[in-house]
């Protein structure tokens, strides 16, 4: 099957829409039109149900939904694995949530360039809910995340206990019940243990949901707040931040996480790289 009906099947899916589909596509609507109807003959039923509001699935399109997803991804993976650049053994693709690109994945893709000069690189950066299914299917070879959850087929190994540090640009303000208090969030755990250390804590009237942007504020216009030690370091020690340190740490955890069906005579190495990055750093 031309994965390109796959794919359209599910463009359609997400926008709900065949005109927004053949948008996103850069398509004609009757490309996508087409395309709808040549998968529909091979699969010998209608998929989809067209009204007013868009288009529906039928029972036979939520039938194919479950399977469209493993099959676009199914022949992702195995053009990545056969296009392997001349003069190296395999491909493999590296990633690392957003917030952790800078320098953790940037370092390790480094370094396997020095270490493992017969792997051909591929590095990736995405949200960890979309991380996870790529190393479950077998996109992503390897990534760095924090907290990733456990699913059978995932291989997850703790890498660093970072922790996350109370500073500030002005050192007369060492206290979270402040008007520059910026919220980040850090996830569940960390609301929860920083609830119960400052159950008195005023609501912040700024709040990020990406500790390099809220980094990127403080040190443009001042504040304090909770952020990944590593990130704020070269601050601290050059005077621009300042490290409360009468307050609370808390932990946030790195992990590397990988499938259990990876190719373990590339993946392991790579992963003992990583594992030498984060050392050095730590040192």
Avoid: C
Wanted: aromatic share 8%; net charge negative.
């Amino acid at each position: 099957m031309d994965t390109e009906l796959a794919r359209t099947f599910l463009e359609i899916v997400a926008t709900g829409n065949f005109v927004r589909a053949a948008e996103r596509l850069n398509v004609a609507q009757t490309t996508v039109s087409a395309r709808v109807r040549t998968l529909e003959e091979k699969l010998g039923r209608p998929l989809f149900v067209r009204n007013k509001a868009g288009a529906s699935l039928t029972p036979a399109g939520e039938q194919f939904l479950r399977y469209a997803p493993t099959f676009v991804q199914l022949w992702q993976r195995v053009q990545n694995v056969v296009a392997v650049p001349e003069g190296h053994e395999s491909v493999l693709t590296v990633a690392a949530e957003t917030s952790l690109w800078q320098p953790l994945l940037m370092d390790w893709v480094v370094a396997m360039r020095h270490t493992l000069p017969e792997l051909a690189l591929r590095a990736h950066v995405d949200v960890p809910w979309d991380l996870v299914d790529q190393v479950a299917d077998g996109l992503v070879d390897a990534a760095v995340m924090y907290a990733p959850p456990h699913r059978p087929g995932l291989k997850i190994d703790l890498l660093l206990e970072e922790k996350l540090v109370l500073v500030t640009s002005d050192p007369n303000v060492r206290t979270v019940n402040h008007h520059g208090y910026l919220t980040v969030d850090w996830g569940p755990e960390f609301a929860r243990e920083f609830g119960a250390n400052f159950p008195d804590a005023v609501t912040s009237g700024l709040s990020f949901d990406f500790g390099p942007l809220a980094l990127g504020y403080l040190l443009a216009a001042g504040g304090i707040g909770y952020f990944r030690m590593q990130a704020v370091a070269s601050y601290v020690a050059s005077g621009e931040l300042h490290l409360v340190t009468e307050a609370p740490k808390f932990s946030y955890p790195i992990y590397a996480v990988s499938s259990t069906d990876g190719d373990e005579a590339h993946v392991e190495p790579a992963l003992a790289a990583l594992r030498g990055v984060v050392s050095s750093e730590d040192d």
